[in-house]
């Protein structure tokens, strides 16, 4: 009788304390992009649904309606669209307005990364920002009207390169729908060893303001490789980083539901390297 009431008690407890992470995972187009048997968006929407992903990116403006009708064949989710603000040009790109009002409803999160020409890199200043803060309002606004978040994308040599001025510039624009991506292998990129040591301080600050994460494997180094994506952009299980601790701590610790992509830029994307990263994420999932 005890035998049987300690079974009990093991596999309740295991119910109890076994838990799972609920957060959306999409991908990057590029995972599979490489592949000639997945020439194009159809084929690579079709295979990346049909192996247990939410939703796939959307690269940039060029071609976006024949991506938006082929996720809709699919009954697919275009997760988040990836589009250029650029500070040099006086208004924001007709395409990306259009774009908006297309997707109306669709849960998909505007990406915008923000450039400026003949600018001094790493050198933030308050004109420039001046100038990025209206059009990023502008960006909420409309995004606001067809149901839509807008997060920043910071990206190394880009005028926002860096986690904390992506955040001070959306402090700045105030609109509850923009806020920021933390993307881990631009965050590699931008850190030293002691903001390295600090990333769950960094994360609890940036908390607020988080619409969307991107994670990759990575090396936990300061990478000195001519191309430092060899260290900061690898396989999903690969790498020295603990991305499933880092996934944990954003989604359970500090209970961020937000959607969560898989990077993949560099590498030699096909079928394969979708299916070992659905693999991964699945181990991810349960802790």
Known sequence: MKAKFLIL??????????????????VFQSIISGDPNYDNFDKQVKFIKDEGFAGIELYELDDFNVKFTTIQRHNFKGS?????????????????????????????????????????????????DKVAVQLLRQLA??????GLQVAIYPH?????????????????????????TFNLCHWLATTDDKERNDVKKELKKLAP??????????????????NIWEDYILPLDE???????????????LRQSIPIGIQCFGLKGDRELVKRTIAKVNDMKSF
């Open 9 to 26: 008690y093991l596999c309740f407890g295991q119910l109890i304390f076994a838990q799972k992470i609920s957060n959306e995972f999409f």
């Open 141 to 146: 606004e409309l995004a606001n009207q067809s």
């Open 239 to 253: 790498g020295s980083f603990d991305v499933k601790a880092l996934v944990k701590y954003v989604s359970v610790d």
């Open 209 to 226: 303001y988080l619409k969307m994460m991107s994670i990759n494997g990575a090396n936990n180094v300061l990478s000195k490789k001519a």
């Open 80 to 128: 988040f669209l990836y589009a250029k603000v650029d500070l040099d040009e006086d208004a924001l790109d007709t395409r990306l307005l259009d774009a908006i009002v297309r997707l109306k409803g669709s849960g998909t999160i505007i990406c915008p990364y923000i450039i400026k020409k003949d600018l001094v890199l790493h050198q933030p200043n308050k004109s420039t």
């Open 156 to 180: 190394l040599n880009f005028y926002v390169e860096k986690t904390d001025h992506a955040m001070r510039i959306a402090k700045k624009v105030d609109r509850k729908n923009l806020g920021l």
